[in-house]
């Protein structure tokens, strides 16, 4: 059963009667005085564009030498509008949350009005781009539709229809479409006043719209011929256009080159599907798999548009298409006359094993089609992801999942799958998420943009995940939550890459205790990972969070731990926090974390935060462009005499700090307390080659 929506959100989701543990934590640590309002810092400022047009290509907004070997290996090259010639605003930086800049990959975006421009030159040959943009709501939320002008190398190619259907999120979680509608939860604690307004006299005035979020789209366009480097690219708002304004945060660009071509298969459209989109083609995919099944053979999907409004059951089955760029299965969202027994009051375009209660599905193997959906709220009970069920001894290679709930959303037990080059864009809920007893399985060299929740997680409810690699994916600018989030599990392993942006309520990378999961077991690697613009504040607890952050919640973590080569980049507030929810500050404890040869480039506030009992290790980690004092060392805010209850293991090699000396000193160790929740916060600049 999917119920997807993992950090603060699933807290929320299971009960709502009672408050988040996350809400009681602010509430208690408020009164004992100990957690104060925090202001996010003001990042530094990036290039305002070369008027020379020189093409900057990037990496998550950095200088691609700075990632290097970290991340996905992507056929596409990133160009931050900011960086490219236009008569546009810049808008940002900015690292609030409910803003336009924040969400923009690097916090800076361009605005134009009816009649600006934003120019790029093509860095290398290219014939299909990706933008991606934002533009209004509609008054009364729904969305608009605008046009947006694309010349290239000075002619028009095209008018692309942008819209805002599938953006511009408000309220509490889980979000309404409505921008002038009343709170969801009045009987949840808020920040905005401070108070649980349901219980507050005189009630208090919230604002309209409250909360707004999730405000960028991306939208593909092929060019139909083959452009040089060197030729340019130029975005224009028309001066007729319905949009007041219209934001572009980036484009990219790549060679896409042919269709690939599957002579000796099942092909859907000999089975009735119509290419052209006009009529259903679930029951065609429905014939020519079980017609391949029999004849072994896989089943072709050339070029062209499909409808198909409802899951496709794949069991032993290979599907295969012509490309991601050609080859497009398309629905709409459909409500079910009665729920489904799942809790399910929606369906929609999704290829799915079979339940694991009724053994999964074994031997499938996805590639080279797009999955777009038509997911325009959340509900979490609804199966409507673009790829779910049980996927056991199977592969998923070079899909784009596009505007569904979830892009991927497992339900084990099941072993053994294989997700590579694949890019996960614009979901109201998680990238993918490996939930419920998921065992040897990866995601490799895959790509995740703009998701409403966790971009990838493990999640290991009621039953461990164990032995699953995460490596060498970016993940880049996840609306509410975590890059990557760890729940529970046994010998699983995070390592090679790049996560950028996170906005609220997460950070780049979760180890949690949380949500039924599992304990942590066995030895957890987090290796060799680049985050940049992370450790967000946080808007519940009012603190900074930590580029990397554990939390324990429902039990202890102690499992060995291995924070190895990583680089902490460019961060708000802290590198590292480790953290337990302050009603069971007493119970719970973080021991076993290991740091070593760990580079931090810049943090608004410490190197670690420690707000927890329990231990961790250095070794070998340097430091510089460090804005507070090294370690800010609450330990579980009971204070003794004898030292904070977390002890900082000092195994050499440390070096390196910033405006109050070394980040960790002789007087730091092992446990003095350091406590200071609202450290000032010194904004570090932009990070460079170590």
Not at 310 to 316: G, K, L, N, Q
Not at 524 to 529: A, R, V
Request: glycine letters at 10%; proline letters at 6%; charged letters at 20%.
């Amino acid at each position: 059963m999917a119920r997807n929506g993992s950090d603060l959100t699933v807290e929320r989701w299971r009960g709502r009667a009672r408050r988040p543990a996350r809400t009681v934590a602010v509430l208690t640590a408020a009164a004992a005085g100990l957690v104060l309002g925090l202001s996010a810092p003001a990042p530094a400022a990036p290039g305002h564009g070369d008027p020379a047009g020189t093409p900057a290509v990037t990496r998550a907004g950095l200088d691609p030498a700075l990632v290097a070997g970290r991340g996905a290996s992507v056929d596409f090259a990133e160009q931050e509008a900011e960086n490219a010639p236009t008569n546009g605003t810049v808008i940002g930086p900015d690292r609030t949350a409910y803003t336009l800049p924040s969400e923009a990959s690097g916090r800076t975006a361009v605005r134009l009005k009816p009649g600006q421009y934003v120019e790029f030159t093509l860095p290398r040959a290219a014939d299909a781009l990706t933008v991606r943009y934002s533009i209004p709501d509609a008054p009364r939320g729904g969305g608009i539709t605008a046009p947006l002008d694309v010349a290239v190398d000075g002619r028009q190619r095209a008018t692309m229809t942008l819209t805002s259907q599938y953006s511009w999120l408000y309220n509490q979680y889980p979000f309404s479409n409505d921008p002038q509608g009343d709170l969801l939860h009045p009987d949840w604690w808020i920040t905005e006043c401070g108070c649980v307004p349901a219980s507050t006299t005189p009630a208090p005035t919230i604002d309209k719209p409250f909360r707004p979020s999730h405000f960028y789209d991306e939208q593909r366009l092929l060019l139909g011929k083959r452009y040089a480097a060197g030729d340019t690219v130029r975005l224009t708002a028309p001066r007729n256009s319905t949009a007041a304004w219209t934001v572009i945060d980036l484009l990219d660009t790549q060679l896409v080159g042919a269709p690939h071509i599957e002579a000796h298969a099942a092909n859907v459209v000999a089975f009735g599907a119509d290419p052209t989109g006009r009529r259903d083609a679930g029951d065609a995919f429905d014939r020519a798999i079980a017609y391949a099944k029999k004849r072994h053979l896989k089943v072709y999907v050339p070029p062209g548009t499909y409808q198909v409004n409802r899951h496709i059951i794949v069991d032993d089955v290979t599907i295969v298409g012509a490309g991601s760029w050609y080859t497009i299965v398309k629905g709409h969202q459909v409500t079910l006359d009665t729920p489904a027994p799942d809790g399910s009051v929606h369906t929609g375009v999704g290829f799915y094993g079979k339940d694991a209660a009724d053994g999964g599905s074994h031997n499938v193997h996805l590639s080279g089609f797009t999955v777009e959906g038509d997911v325009r709220e959340r509900i979490d009970t609804d199966q409507v992801n673009a790829v779910g069920g049980a996927l056991s001894d199977s592969t998923i290679d070079g899909l784009y999942l596009h505007h569904t709930k979830v892009g991927m959303w497992f339900d084990g037990p099941m072993s053994g799958l294989r997700v590579t080059r694949t890019v996960i864009a614009d979901q109201i809920a998680d990238g993918l998420n490996f939930h419920t007893g998921v065992t040897d399985s990866s995601v490799t060299n895959s790509f995740v943009r703009n998701t409403g929740d966790d971009g990838l997680a493990m999640w290991s409810e009621k039953t461990a995940d164990a032995r699953n690699v995460f490596a060498h994916n970016t993940v880049q600018s996840p609306v509410l939550a975590n890059g990557i989030a760890l729940y529970g599990g046994t010998d699983n392993t995070v390592t090679g890459n790049l996560v950028a942006d996170p906005v609220r309520e997460g950070s780049a990378i979760q180890v949690g205790s949380r949500f039924g999961a599992e304990p942590f077991t066995g030895k957890l690697t987090i290796s060799d990972n680049t985050t940049v613009r992370s450790g967000p504040f946080e808007l519940n607890w009012k603190i900074g969070l930590g580029a990397i952050w554990f939390y324990a919640l429902e039990r202890d973590i102690d499992a060995d731990i291995q924070v190895t080569g990583d680089h902490f980049l460019d961060n708000t507030y802290n590198a590292i926090m480790l953290v337990s929810d302050f009603p069971v500050k007493d119970k719970y404890a973080i021991r076993g974390v290991h740091f070593k040869d760990i580079r931090v480039d810049g943090t608004g506030t410490s190197v670690l935060s420690a707000r927890s009992a329990g231990s961790a290790s250095f070794e070998n980690v340097d430091a510089r462009n460090v804005g507070a004092v090294g370690i800010n060392n609450c330990g579980s805010f009971n204070f003794p005499t004898t030292g904070s209850e977390f002890a900082v293991n000092d195994l050499g090699g440390n070096d390196g700090g910033g405006t109050t000396g070394p980040w960790l000193a002789s007087w730091e160790l092992p446990n003095t307390i350091t406590c200071d929740d609202r450290p000032p916060v010194v904004a570090p600049p932009a990070p460079t080659a170590w």
